[in-house]
């Protein structure tokens, strides 16, 4: 089981779909988008998976570094229970968020990523796929898909 937040659109929808390809049933979390979280779950059974739609407004409005402390806290906690925390950071994706940027300032921001590209939001489903299906041991971490932007 996962729960995919944002799932209607961007991040969230190649999250949900990988994850679903992958083998997990997806909780398909959306805000108002529920035509568009409804074709990811379309999109998913028609590939042989399960998922239900959810709908709520699950947004964090807190700085990221309380992210990794909230994430770190958890792990903590949720480690005896053999349940891993983690954060994936996502970098500059090319998603309808960036796709409103004017393209000047898409060009500053191109020219500050070390690998010269944005991401792909099925790059950043990969990170997430990975945690879920191989990172038993993983827990505690920020995992940064960006390109090489922070390093």
Same mark, same amino acid.
């Given at each position: 089981? %996962?729960?995919?937040? *944002?799932? #209607?659109?961007? $991040?969230?929808?190649?999250?949900?779909? !990988?994850?679903? @390809?992958? /083998?997990?049933?997806?909780?398909?979390?959306?805000?108002?988008?529920?035509?568009?979280?409804?074709?990811?779950?379309?999109?998913? %059974?028609?590939?042989? *998976?399960? #998922?239900?739609? $959810?709908?709520?407004?699950?947004?964090? !409005?807190?700085? @990221?570094? /309380?992210?990794?402390?909230?994430?770190?806290?958890?792990?903590?906690?949720?480690?005896?229970?053999?349940?891993?925390?983690?954060?994936?950071?996502?970098?500059?994706?090319?998603?309808?968020?960036?796709?409103?940027?004017?393209?000047?300032?898409?060009?500053?921001?191109?020219?500050?990523?070390?690998?010269?590209?944005?991401?792909?939001?099925?790059?950043?489903?990969?990170?997430?796929?990975?945690?879920?299906?191989?990172?038993?041991?993983?827990?505690?971490?920020?995992?940064?898909?960006?390109?090489?932007?922070?390093?």
């Amino acid at each position: 089981m %996962a729960l995919v937040t *944002g799932a #209607s659109r961007g $991040l969230g929808r190649a999250i949900a779909l !990988k994850l679903a @390809a992958e /083998g997990a049933c997806v909780a398909l979390n959306y805000r108002s988008g529920e035509l568009e979280a409804r074709k990811v779950a379309d999109e998913i %059974a028609a590939g042989g *998976g399960k #998922s239900f739609l $959810l709908r709520g407004d699950v947004s964090i !409005k807190e700085e @990221a570094r /309380g992210i990794v402390a909230f994430t770190e806290s958890a792990a903590i906690e949720l480690a005896r229970y053999n349940v891993t925390v983690n954060a994936i950071a996502p970098g500059f994706t090319e998603t309808d968020m960036l796709a409103k940027v004017a393209p000047e300032v898409r060009q500053q921001i191109l020219a500050k990523i070390p690998m010269g590209r944005f991401g792909q939001p099925e790059e950043i489903a990969k990170a997430v796929s990975f945690l879920c299906t191989d990172g038993d041991y993983v827990t505690g971490q920020q995992i940064n898909v960006n390109g090489g932007v922070y390093m």
